[in-house]
């Protein structure tokens, strides 16, 4: 793409791609420390995602997988390169995919941690903060239910501070872990060496920084509570986070799990993985189509809602093809398979999905950078605010309170958020609407995009010929001049002559086998067809032909024209097109609406466009006609050229390079391979309307990233201040940084309702 790739310095073409798995990590800050050891490797270009817990790395031939491995190992974490896909199970299996039971095992984990940590440390907080409740020695009872919710509720933050300790670095986990270890530390000084161990002590809670005595201040309600709001952020971002990925798990588990093949006659029933190109396949109705092919027997109506977001079911017979996953709902189809296992436009489909999940937009990688460097620097400024505190004011319990609600407050788990569950969630609800998108920079494209180039064939019209209209000369029956004209034209297999015959017998109220047989027939290249039909000789086709028979043709003829003469005279003409999709002019109103300006393309007559572009309501001066498809590309240059920035929508091998040139390229799934490639965006259905939604959608997610960003940023700028003036109570600022994330998350979510 012109202006929209992502900038790259893997470019040697024999450099391999690798995925990988990262376990361990907690917040942002540990896939930027991952991502720079990678990137430090020599020939490696690495993209670690926080959010979906992977690696994409490019590498050097000779970079070993093993060698990738053992780095991240070395930076505290560990790695494995994916499974690879397990045969479909029999249908009696419940076996559940491992990564989603390890992933529900984990959630369960932090459920029972949660909950068990919650219910101790309640007591905790209420006794601290309403002193009508602090009875004799409450604050043993305290301790007693605290020390639990410090050390086991809060051991996954202890263990990855020590891991990272170990490697020389500071992560989210070192903030949480200092803070509160700080906090219950302090209390057991206070409880066994200072005053607050004596019976009667009393307790007062504050929001902001409290001022006693530091021997008789115990903070375990600020050790116990900020430990149980921080594990319900990290619960409810684990769960939100697996809800924005559920688009993408659904998608990958739509297909069947085992089929019917045709083997020798008789039905067998298989796993899909064992299909083969070439094999046939029964699918009764309700059964899902095991994989991509073309229908060799029966009629049916096949919904593909779930793969292409249409709620019609299509209607399909002998010839058509259909698509893996769809759902066959009236009748019994035989199909032969066209396509297996991960050529399947499925399989390519949810693969596209978790490409552009894996993807960083280009204001992420702002928040990267801020995110590696962020927990040292709050390290140091937590400890230049107990400086600060107690170099002013030498009160050594407020220095202490500050500076851990520094610490607490800073967590950036939200910047590290605020891109990846955006996209998750976008892509994945592309995805149920049939669109997909193919990386995160492709949304920064769709904002700057002001005009939309549209090719005629295939994207504004069908691509099919069709009859437009009848016009008999005075005193002539249409109704005649179809009969006629539709029967010499069945006899041939030219598209136009196709088209002449299937519309004649629609008007007519016939079927086409119904239409009079010629007892002669002649094929005249390049010219037309004549014959004897019903005791007329009828001749079809160009002007020439009638006049090379000595016939005079009237000049009231539009063109491509084909003229109808029989028994020596001229009856009449008719018009032959391609047919513009019921649905164009509604979309080209939609692109309007988006503040896009839509330019027609295409290699067709002038008149004929133009015809076209008015039906669907695009300015004639915004018609490129008789272009040669090595001239797209110039045509689009052009409009660059004139300060524009430019999306390009089509379907067909000639498109491809215009698809590429363009600062946006939308290819309809409809079309050939070679332009779906070519695409930023690729929609699913050949419906133009869904373009408008493809850039609404994009322009949304976009929308969410920048307002996550916004607040996560805004919210570490407005509260570290706070919190190192002595505003912020420690556990207020646990509950704060825990609902920032959560609130990132949410705020993400909202995409799912996208329509």
Known sequence: MTSSSAPTTATDPSSRSTELIIGGMTCASCAARVEKKLNRMDGVTATVNYATEKARIEHAPEVEVAELIATVVRTGYTAEEPPPPEPAPEPTSEAEPKPGRERDAELDALRTRLTVSAVLSAPVVLLAMVPALQFDNWQWLSLTLAAPVVVWGGLPFHRAAWANLRHGAATMDTLVSVGTLAAFGWSLWALFFGHAGMPGMRHTFDLTVGRAGGAATIYLEVAAGVVTFLLLGRYLEARAKRSAGSALRALMELGAKDVAVLRGGTEV????????????????????????????????????????????????????????????????????????????????????????????????????????????????????????????????????????????????????????????????????????????????????????????????TTGRMALRKVYGYEGEDEAELLRLAGALEHSSEHPVARAVAAGAAERLGLPVGELPVPTSFENVPGLGVRGRVDGHEVLAGRAALLEGAGIEVPGRSEPG???????????????????????????????????????????????????????????????????????????????????????????????????????????????????????????????????????????????????????????????????????????????????????????????????
């Open 269 to 460: 029933r298989v796993p899909v993985a064992a299909l083969h190109v070439g094999d046939l396949f029964v699918v009764r109705p309700g059964e899902k189509i095991a994989t991509d092919g073309n229908v060799t027997e029966g009629r049916s109506a096949v919904d593909a809602s779930l793969l292409t977001g249409e709620s019609l079911p299509v209607d399909v017979a002998a010839g058509d093809p259909v698509t893996g996953g769809c759902l066959n709902t009236t009748g019994r189809l035989v199909v032969q398979a066209t396509r297996v296992g991960a050529d399947t436009q499925l399989a390519r489909m949810a693969k596209l999905v978790e490409e552009a999940q894996n993807g960083k937009a280009q204001v992420q990688r702002l928040a990267d950078r801020i995110s590696a460097v962020f927990v040292p620097v709050v390290l140091l400024l937590a400890l230049g605010t107990l400086a600060a505190w107690l170099l002013v004011t030498g009160d050594s319990t407020a220095a202490f309170t500050a500076a851990v609600a520094v610490l607490i407050i800073a967590c950036p788990c939200a910047l590290g958020l605020a891109t990846p569950t955006a996209l998750m969630v976008g892509t994945g609800r592309g995805a149920q609407l049939g669109i997909l998108i193919k990386g995160p920079e492709v949304l920064e494209s769709t904002r700057r995009v002001d005009t939309v180039v549209l090719d005629k064939t295939g994207t504004v």
């Open 561 to 755: 024209a084909v003229h109808v003469a029989w028994d020596g005279r001229a009856r009449g003409y008719l018009t032959v097109a391609d047919a513009v999709k019921e649905t164009s002019a509604d979309a080209v109103a939609r692109l309007r609406a988006l503040g896009l300006a839509p330019v027609l393309l295409t290699g067709d007559d002038r008149s004929v466009a133009e015809t076209v572009a008015a039906e669907v309501g695009i300015p004639a001066d915004r018609v490129f006609a008789e272009v040669l498809p090595q001239d797209k590309v110039d045509v689009i240059r052009r409009l660059q050229a004139e300060g524009r920035t430019v999306a390009m929508v089509g379907d067909g091998v000639n498109d491809a390079a215009a698809l590429a040139t363009a600062d946006l390229g939308l290819a309809l799934g409809t079309g050939t391979d070679a332009a779906i490639e070519a695409g930023d965006l690729t929609l699913v259905r050949g419906d133009l309307r869904v373009a408008a939604d493809a850039i609404r959608l994009s322009r949304r997610t976009l929308a969410t990233i920048k307002g996550n960003l916004g607040w996560a940023f805004g919210y570490n700028v407005a509260a570290l201040p706070l919190a190192a003036a002595g505003l912020l109570n420690p556990m207020i600022a646990g509950l704060a940084m825990a609902f920032s994330s959560v609130f990132v998350v949410t705020n993400s979510l909202r995409l799912r309702r996208f329509t």
